[in-house]
């Protein structure tokens, strides 16, 4: 689903209102013409439409980020998939004002860069990765990754972004990103690891063991990596079941 197939970013426009246009084959901004809202409502879709064609012409999703409500924002994705950036990091602890960052893992268009504490990780790296990218992609990011690294970084986090866990949550897969990848068959490298493990790896790592940073860059890259196949999995299904399942009742 694309972001020229949604209406609930205009004022007035709720998802009832959106499902009936639907239902009756205004499913693209391009089949608008009037019909099926009242008059008010149809110019601010119309004024909505001839903004949101200069937007996607510049690859910017933020003004619809910032219109769509939060259990939406999976709509995003298709757009600007090659310039998502599927993020995840690693931590020495569970608070941002007493823990550190340890690495942070990046995959954004079939490539990943691992930034390291002590080394390459720094403010100015995340700035201007998070630049770079239309989206922001975590797996409960909202609540750990980006929270850490405005604190610990002093970065602000303007890009918009999608917390997978939620749209999980919408399709019926629940838990941790992990058990998520098992019950769907997206399959992983190396040994599965937990958080305490990468917290045991660094700090064998600040004792001089190179190779268990080695594991501990390799278990944060895969996160990222294996959040691509689920979110085109989960969009897909939302696809399915938000839009396709309305334009067929129409």
Request: with cysteine; hydrophobic share 35%.
């Given at each position: 689903m694309r972001i020229e197939n949604s209406f609930i970013p205009v004022r007035g426009v709720g998802e009832a209102t959106e499902r009936r246009l639907w239902e009756n084959g205004v499913t693209h901004w391009e089949e608008f013409d009037g019909s099926v809202?009242?008059?008010?409502?149809?110019?601010?879709?119309?004024?909505?439409?001839?903004?949101?064609w200069t937007h996607l012409e510049r690859g910017d999703v933020s003004t619809f980020a910032e219109a769509l409500p939060a259990a939406s924002q999976w709509r995003l994705y298709e757009n600007v998939r090659e310039d998502a950036a599927f993020l995840d990091i690693e931590t020495t602890g569970l608070n941002a004002t007493t823990s550190d960052v340890t690495t942070v893992s990046i995959h954004r268009g079939g490539?990943?860069?691992?930034?390291v504490r002590g080394r390459d990780l720094t403010a100015s790296r995340l700035r201007k990765e998070l630049e770079r990218s239309s989206l922001l992609v975590t797996f409960n990011g909202k609540r750990f990754d980006v929270p850490?690294?405005?604190?610990?970084?002093?970065?602000?986090?303007?890009?918009p972004h999608v917390d997978l866990m939620y749209p999980c949550r919408k399709v019926g897969l629940d838990g941790g990103l992990k058990a998520i990848e098992r019950e769907l068959g997206i399959g992983r490298d190396m040994p599965d690891l937990s958080g305490r493990d990468a917290v045991r790896l660094w700090r064998e790592y600040e004792r001089g063991d190179e190779a268990a940073l080695e594991r501990l860059v390799a278990y944060n890259r895969a996160d990222t990596e294996n959040m691509k196949p689920l979110m085109?999995?989960?969009?897909?299904?939302?696809?399915?079941?938000?839009?396709?399942?309305a334009c067929s009742d129409g």
């Open positions: 809202v009242g008059e008010t409502v149809a110019e601010r879709i119309e004024r909505f439409i001839d903004e949101g490539e990943t860069k691992t930034f850490f690294l405005e604190t610990c970084y002093d970065v602000d986090v303007t890009t085109e999995t989960v969009t897909d299904r939302l696809h399915e079941s938000v839009f396709e399942a």
